[in-house]
């Protein structure tokens, strides 16, 4: 694999882990094309459509970690090859975003996502900005401090600080002051 691509190479779910918090009736409707549920577990197991979603579901996860930068495609590999509880919450996440993933193939553009799909985006959100984390050694403190602050309060009166408004405009500026407190202006 190239050194430039972070992304895993499988997926942090199986059909199986699917089965077991989603109904299989449901999930083999959705995944046929033919209007025949799939009811075949073997088929379930082996399904392209199925197999495929959770391995882009697994992608979405992975965009929301890496951006936070503060995991890795080993950890996370890592944390699915486990045998613990943030294991089963990734998969969690994986198999409510593949459920979205799967209502949506049906085509229906006026379809509501799943609640499962909506409290796993609201989890990883969280997750990208600190405020969730998966359960790692150093990972425990890495919610940032944020404080929130205008431009005119800090930099108003000052050169420096006009300069900066000019470039920055009514787009906040994010400012590291250490490894875990950032200073949001606007």
């Known amino acids: 694999m190239s050194d430039q691509i972070i992304s895993s ?10 089965l077991i918090r ?4 449901l999930i083999g409707r959705l995944v046929s094309d033919t209007g025949t549920p799939v009811t075949d577990d073997f088929a379930l197991n082996n399904n392209i459509v199925l197999r495929t979603l959770l391995k882009e579901a697994s ?3 992975e965009s929301y970690a890496f951006k936070g930068g503060r995991y890795t495609r080993e950890m996370l590999q890592e944390l699915y090859n486990s045998n613990t509880s943030g294991r ?3 998969v969690s996440l994986v198999c409510a975003i593949t459920l979205y993933l799967l209502w949506r193939r049906r085509g229906d553009p006026n379809i509501q996502p799943p609640k499962d799909y909506v409290i796993a985006e609201q989890y990883l959100r969280q997750l990208e900005r600190g405020a969730n984390i ?4 150093g990972t425990e403190e890495a919610g940032y401090n944020v404080d929130m602050f205008s431009h005119n309060i800090f930099w108003g009166q000052s050169i420096v600080g006009l300069d900066i408004m ?4 009514n787009v906040p500026l994010r400012l590291g002051l250490g490894p875990n407190s ?4 606007w």
Request: proline share 3%; aromatic share 22%; charged share 20%.
């Open 9 to 18: 190479t499988t997926a942090y779910a199986t059909p199986a882990d699917m």
């Open 22 to 25: 989603y109904d299989k009736r």
């Open 59 to 61: 992608g979405i996860v």
């Open 88 to 90: 089963e919450l990734l």
């Open 134 to 137: 998966f359960a790692f050694l």
């Open 166 to 169: 000019r470039l920055t405009g």
């Open 182 to 185: 950032f200073f949001y202006m």
